[in-house]
């Protein structure tokens, strides 16, 4: 069973960076999408970014965050620099068992990992 575990969330202010990670268990990462998504209070889960053999970017962070994965530690990153008081929300990294879908919508993927927050102060 695929499980995933988010780290590296925190508090910072306006402009700043902050590097996500999410460690998953198994093979997760062949022939898979990886996504990481958002959720601010109130609002609709929002895609962010999500990686198979592309990547792909909202708009709102193209220009600013950055998907990566490495293989041989089956982690997912996210980079976020420039970090604006609108990226904060609970960060969430997920898995789809097949190709990334053209819209990066919550319903597409299967596993979830419990998220790690993100806090930016203006």
């Known amino acids: 069973q695929v499980q995933l575990k988010e780290s590296g969330g925190g508090s910072v202010q306006a402009g700043g960076s902050l590097r996500l990670s999410c460690a998953a268990s198994?093979?997760?990462?062949?022939?898979?999408?990886m996504g990481w998504f958002r959720q601010a209070p109130g609002k609709e889960r929002e895609g962010v970014a999500a990686?198979?053999?592309?990547?792909f970017y909202a708009d709102s962070v193209k220009g600013r965050f950055t998907i990566s994965q490495d293989n041989a530690k089956n982690t997912l990153y996210l980079q976020m620099n420039n970090l604006q008081p609108e990226d904060t929300a609970m960060y969430y990294c997920?898995?789809?068992?097949?190709?990334?879908?053209?819209?990066?919508?919550?319903?597409?993927?299967?596993?979830w990992g419990q998220g790690t927050q993100v806090a930016i102060a203006s």
């Open positions: 990686i198979d053999s592309s990547t």
């Open positions: 997920a898995a789809r068992f097949s190709w990334c879908p053209s819209i990066l919508q919550a319903v597409w993927f299967a596993v």
């Open positions: 198994g093979d997760t990462f062949r022939n898979n999408c």
